[in-house]
């Protein structure tokens, strides 16, 4: 009996997890010419249910964007979206966290510390 709750509640832990990674490897179809980021999103958010975290000041700073995809997977149409931009997204707790691309600056490389 033990060993049945002890998987029981491994399932109910790990089973929302599966539902998150499952929602972003859906599929996406989009055709848009010179459309905000922001209306990009919203289409995606629409079609996968996924949540995007993205501030106004990156998304009034973005480029617009040009995507024709069909049944492409989300993550590979965000790419596409991201491709030469200073934007990057990471994927946390099944929700997209969009953000500026690290620049690799000085700041956090050792050789650039004062002595």
Do not use: H, W
């Amino acid at each position: 009996m033990r060993k049945l709750t002890r998987s029981i509640t491994l399932i109910l832990l790990l089973g929302p997890l599966g539902l998150l990674a499952q929602n972003t490897r859906q599929l996406v179809s989009l055709n848009v010419k010179n459309q905000p980021l922001k209306e990009v999103f919203r289409a995606f958010q629409a079609q996968t249910g996924v949540n995007i975290l993205v501030t106004e000041k990156i998304l009034s700073g973005a480029r617009k964007v040009t995507l024709n995809v069909k049944d492409m997977p989300l993550e590979q149409a965000l790419d596409l979206c991201f491709k030469d931009t200073d934007l990057s997204y990471s994927i946390v707790e099944g929700t997209i966290v969009v953000k500026k691309k690290d620049r690799g600056g000085c700041r956090t490389k050792p050789q650039c510390q004062k002595n």
